[in-house]
């Protein structure tokens, strides 16, 4: 569904962060190995980040591997339940700019709007 402009943007793109050194890309990967994760996941820290003014939203793909269990509870259960902002995209992975844009854009627009 991409133009051929378009294709080789995202070509570029994916080239660019998986040629250079040390990236966002890989940081986060490292940050999830580590053990202190497990023992205080940001999850614990949501209260905090929204005290100090910062507007929190969530989106997963319906398929997300990043929407794991915790406590036998999908993560973005566990988030409604405690009140937050969850979106969950149809068809879609954790890469949801390439699933469904679309509704990503939708999305992103009310998360903005709000």
Not at 31 to 60: C, H, T, W
Request: proline share 3%.
């Amino acid at each position: 569904m991409l133009s051929e402009d378009e294709k080789q943007i995202v070509f570029d793109y994916y080239y660019q962060i998986t040629m250079r050194s040390g990236s966002a890309e890989i940081a986060i990967f490292k940050l999830m190995e580590q053990p202190i994760l497990a023992f205080d996941p940001i999850f614990n820290e949501i209260d905090n980040i929204k005290r100090s003014g910062v507007k929190l939203y969530f989106v997963y793909g319906d398929r997300d591997w990043i929407d794991t269990d915790m406590a036998n509870v999908r993560i973005s259960s566990q988030l409604k339940e405690k009140g937050e902002k969850v979106f969950i995209l149809e068809d879609c992975d954790h890469h949801l700019y390439f699933d469904n844009p679309e509704e990503l854009l939708d999305t992103l627009d009310e998360c903005m709007a709000d």
